[in-house]
């Protein structure tokens, strides 16, 4: 009996995956290079180099330094369509010489497209992205996202992030991030939020904080 071949060259060689890029307004990234707002997008001067140049710059899956990011209010959020193999990856963000654009608008909605499509059920750490889960349940935003959990919930931001969880769960955000945590006051019968700011008070990044029975932050070893 001949044994099946279960592997696809073509399909494994089509894999598309989903790459952030941020423009100005106008469509248009530092170096003048006019984006479309919809379709087939190409780099003109290709080179396969793992350096900065010679191609179509973004973030794979939405994550990696969202320093290098377009943060204007008017700014538009792109969501492009990639041959995997064709992605060239650089420090924390990857390059590629053509791609179809298939979102442009908003933050929000880019960021959502991203995590509603991320592959095997792994929620990537996307950069500027609203995360928001319910009670135990679990949020992670990238860089200067906003991640919020309910009761008993995990919530994770990176650099200049903010992290929110319900009464006894946790936060974590990276550099310059913000932790806050609800937690029932008993003597006014209502729910407060204690905060704290990473780099202030002791305050790591990339370190899970709870509150302690006094409402202080404490490390969860």
Avoid at 27 to 56: I, Q, R, Y
Avoid at 110 to 126: E, L, M, N, Q
Wanted: hydrophobic share 30%.
């Amino acid at each position: 009996m001949t044994k099946k071949n279960t592997k696809n060259p073509k399909r494994s060689a089509s894999k598309r995956v989903l790459v952030l890029r941020t423009c100005a307004a106008v469509m248009t990234s530092k170096n003048g290079f006019k984006w479309p707002e919809k379709g087939a997008v190409k780099c003109h001067d290709w080179l396969p180099t793992a350096e900065c140049g010679n191609g179509l710059h973004g973030f794979l899956w939405g994550e990696g330094d969202g320093g290098l990011a377009n943060w204007a209010a008017d700014a538009k959020w792109l969501v492009v369509s990639v041959l995997e193999k064709e992605i060239v990856h650089i420090d924390r963000k990857v390059k590629f010489p053509r791609g179809n654009v298939v979102f442009c608008g908003g933050r929000k909605s880019a960021t959502d497209y991203i995590a509603a499509r991320a592959p095997g059920g792994r929620t990537p750490a996307i950069i500027g992205h609203f995360a928001v889960s319910g009670d135990c349940g679990t949020s992670t935003s990238g860089y200067g996202g906003t991640s919020t959990s309910g009761y008993g919930g995990t919530s994770t931001s990176g650099d200049r992030g903010t992290s929110t969880s319900g009464d006894y769960g946790t936060s974590t955000s990276g550099d310059r991030g913000t932790l806050m945590i609800k937690y029932w006051d008993s003597k006014s019968s209502r729910y407060r939020t204690a905060t704290a700011y990473v780099g202030e008070n002791g305050i790591k990044a990339n370190v899970k904080y709870r509150l302690d029975a006094s409402h202080q932050f404490v490390e969860v070893k």
